[in-house]
């Protein structure tokens, strides 16, 4: 097996989709924060109006989960 190397640092990607539990300092546009890299999505809300580049996005979980049981 090949050694990966990204700025210096070794990895392999045997297990990348496995992250840690373990918190994690990082910031993100200035803002601080310590939280673990594994989390759980955040439940949806769709009585918020979510916008894209001007656009309002329309909720479509049913038709989300629909397109995944008939994949």
């Not at 546009?29 to 999505?41: D, I, V």
């Not at 918020?48 to 397109?67: P, S």
Request: aromatic residues 8%.
């Amino acid at each position: 097996m090949t050694k990966l190397q990204y700025r210096g640092a070794s990895y392999s990607n045997d297990n990348r989709e496995q992250t840690s539990n373990q918190v994690v300092d990082h910031s993100y546009r200035g803002q601080h924060y310590s939280a673990p890299l594994r989390h759980e999505a955040a439940p949806v809300d769709t009585q918020v109006e979510l916008q894209y580049r001007g656009h309002v996005y329309q909720h479509r979980q049913a038709e989300a989960a629909n397109q995944v049981e008939n994949a």
